[in-house]
């Protein structure tokens, strides 16, 4: 025992013990680079394949099946498998060339650049884009003469860079747009709540458009990551749906037996109830007629007692069925009431668990108001009503001045705030009939039951003049908010979609015209 109490042999095993704790931190460390290595793998994989989707009929399978492999976790050697079919299936594919297709690109430039010179150009590039000469291996050159001809200037500096050996950082793709649209397509999902500061930071880093294409295309990795786990989520919902669905099926069937018994058993009760009346009525009958042959006293009162001693038997037997028959129908009564608790209950859970669901799907998180897909419901009524009653409607659309500018300045918390404010504003000073929700980004819709766009214009007047005295500091300095706003009133020729373009166009006349002001179409 003094051999382990020295303090040498102490020292060593001290020795000994951090150099195991240290082997196995490294041990740990490397476990984890290893599992991060993986889900980078799991992640290029399925965004691949996801990219490689409709290439070829043949392959869309294979991608497929290996995107679901690597889903949760490698396996190496299915995955093999799949890599090996792969590629099997590449080198069968037969050489073919894809023909560029970009009418809708060139359609929306055609929009975009009003200059009669440019469209001519733009136009001439689609014809010769459209040809048999055009494939899309030549995709870098076609956006690049697309450039020659709305942007020469950019053009022109991506020449002088080539031709100097120097790397450009000059994005052909205009991020802010990108970013709006984006930012309007995720307001408008139905967010579950354990995705709520996931989809509030991907919104934050849209937000800022001055961000290198590194740092966007890493954006919208995230975006597409969390769309996948909201996909997932709202998948593993619906499965739990169904599931109390059948549940709830089997609980109806069973109701419909415990019923079906019920009635069964009530029958049987009066068909017995009708044999005994049946036998009864037989054995006076005889008693009847034995009565009227018989000529001795004893034998009439023999025959009596023996009818007596029958009727009694049968009613005896006839009480004991009853008896079980009754408490069968009350033990069934009692199970179905039961169920029928049991299943209300139940059903009153998930009611509430669908409303509140419901509820989140239609709000805007971080505003409170109600969101474009409750906008978009809410129009469709309007129109129904219009069109039944001949009631009329008017669409505000409002826009935040210089939200960009603010953002930049103060931030993106201030620029939170100034949504936050201009939202309560709008809710605390309309009618409780009228509808106001964020459209996405910095606007706000509103429709006005039942008014003019004259009526309208007077309301929104008022609520722009409120907004622009709603103010707050940031950093020690003042950040004003204004707002300006398109009104119109719905027209029998309308559709929504022209509705809203009109008020779209009201409110454009607004900011041409120095906004924080309103303009009426």
């Known amino acids: 025992m003094g051999f382990f109490n020295t303090k040498q042999n102490q020292d060593l095993s001290e020795q000994w013990r951090k150099k195991y704790l240290n082997l196995f931190d490294e041990q740990n460390k490397i476990e984890h680079e290893n599992q991060e290595k993986q889900r980078l793998l799991r992640q290029f994989i399925i965004q691949i394949s996801i990219l490689c989707e409709g290439s070829d009929k043949n392959l869309d399978p294979i991608l497929l099946n290996a995107r679901n492999h690597v889903k949760n976790e490698v396996d190496v050697t299915t995955l093999k498998n799949e890599l090996k079919?792969?590629?099997?299936?590449?080198?069968?594919?037969?050489?073919?060339?894809?023909?560029?297709?970009?009418?809708?690109?060139?359609?929306?430039?055609?929009?975009?650049?009003?200059?009669?010179?440019?469209?001519?150009?733009?136009?001439?590039?689609?014809?010769?884009?459209?040809?048999?000469?055009?494939?899309?291996?030549?995709?870098?050159?076609?956006?690049?003469?697309?450039?020659?001809?709305?942007?020469?200037?950019?053009?022109?500096?991506?020449?002088?860079?080539?031709?100097?050996?120097?790397?450009?950082?000059?994005?052909?793709?205009?991020?802010?747009?990108?970013t709006q649209q984006l930012l309007q397509y995720v307001s408008s999902l139905p967010i579950p709540a354990v995705f709520e500061a996931q989809t509030a930071a991907v919104k934050n880093a849209l937000l800022n458009p001055e961000q290198s294409l590194q740092a966007f295309e890493e954006v919208l990795n995230d975006l597409i990551e969390l769309l996948l786990k909201i996909k997932e989520f709202s998948e593993a919902e619906q499965q739990d749906i169904d599931q109390f669905l059948i549940h709830v099926a089997t609980q109806l069937s069973e109701l419909n037996t415990i019923v079906t018994e019920t009635n069964t058993t009530a029958n049987d009760t009066t068909k017995n109830r009708n044999k005994?009346?049946?036998?009864?009525?037989?054995?006076?009958?005889?008693?009847?007629?034995?009565?009227?042959?018989?000529?001795?006293?004893?034998?009439?009162?023999?025959?009596?007692?023996?009818?007596?001693?029958?009727?009694?038997?049968?009613?005896?037997?006839?009480?004991?069925?009853?008896?079980?028959?009754?408490?069968?129908?009350?033990?069934?009564?009692?199970?179905?009431?039961?169920?029928?608790?049991?299943?209300?209950?139940?059903?009153?859970?998930?009611?509430?668990?669908?409303?509140?669901?419901?509820?989140?799907?239609?709000?805007?998180?971080?505003?409170?108001?109600?969101?474009?897909?409750?906008?978009?419901?809410?129009?469709?009524?309007?129109?129904?009503?219009?069109?039944?009653?001949?009631?009329?409607?008017?669409?505000?659309?409002?826009?935040?001045?210089?939200?960009?500018?603010?953002?930049?300045?103060?931030?993106?918390?201030a620029g939170d705030k100034v949504l936050v404010l201009t939202a309560q504003q709008l809710q605390e000073h309309t009618r409780d009939t009228d509808f106001i929700g964020r459209f996405g980004g910095e606007e706000f819709v509103m429709l006005l039951s039942s008014t003019s766009k004259e009526a309208g214009l007077g309301l929104a007047d008022q609520l722009r003049e409120l907004i622009s005295k709603t103010g707050f500091n940031a950093n020690g300095k003042s950040v004003p908010i204004t707002i300006s706003c398109g009104i119109t009133e719905i027209n029998e020729?309308?559709?929504?979609?022209?509705?809203?373009?009109?008020?779209?166009?009201?409110?454009?006349?607004?900011?041409?015209?120095?906004?924080?002001?309103?303009?009426?179409?």
């Not at 956006?143 to 052909?172: Q, R, Y």
């Not at 008896?323 to 998930?350: P, Y």
Request: hydrophobic share 40%; proline share 2%.
């Open 276 to 413: 005994l009346d049946q036998a009864v009525f037989t054995q006076i009958r005889e008693l009847q007629v034995q009565a009227i042959k018989t000529t001795s006293l004893d034998s009439l009162k023999g025959m009596v007692n023996e009818c007596f001693k029958t009727i009694a038997a049968d009613l005896k037997s006839h009480h004991q069925q009853d008896k079980e028959q009754q408490q069968k129908f009350q033990d069934s009564m009692a199970e179905m009431l039961n169920k029928m608790i049991e299943l209300e209950v139940e059903t009153e859970a998930l009611k509430k668990e669908l409303k509140v669901v419901h509820t989140q799907a239609s709000l805007d998180t971080l505003t409170g108001l109600f969101n474009r897909n409750a906008y978009n419901q809410r129009l469709r009524d309007e129109f129904a009503r219009y069109k039944r009653y001949g009631s009329p409607f008017a669409l505000a659309i409002w826009d935040i001045d210089y939200f960009k500018k603010i953002n930049d300045t103060f931030g993106h918390k």
């Open 493 to 521: 020729d309308d559709t929504e979609e022209t509705l809203f373009e009109r008020a779209d166009k009201a409110l454009y006349e607004a900011k041409n015209k120095g906004r924080n002001q309103c303009c009426v179409l």
């Open 85 to 178: 079919i792969f590629n099997e299936s590449v080198k069968n594919l037969p050489p073919k060339k894809k023909k560029l297709e970009a009418d809708l690109l060139f359609d929306f430039l055609i929009r975009q650049y009003p200059d009669p010179v440019q469209q001519a150009a733009l136009r001439e590039l689609k014809g010769l884009v459209n040809s048999e000469e055009r494939t899309a291996e030549q995709l870098t050159d076609l956006f690049i003469e697309i450039t020659n001809i709305i942007e020469p200037e950019i053009a022109l500096e991506l020449e002088v860079n080539e031709d100097k050996n120097i790397a450009s950082d000059v994005v052909l793709v205009d991020v802010r747009m990108v």
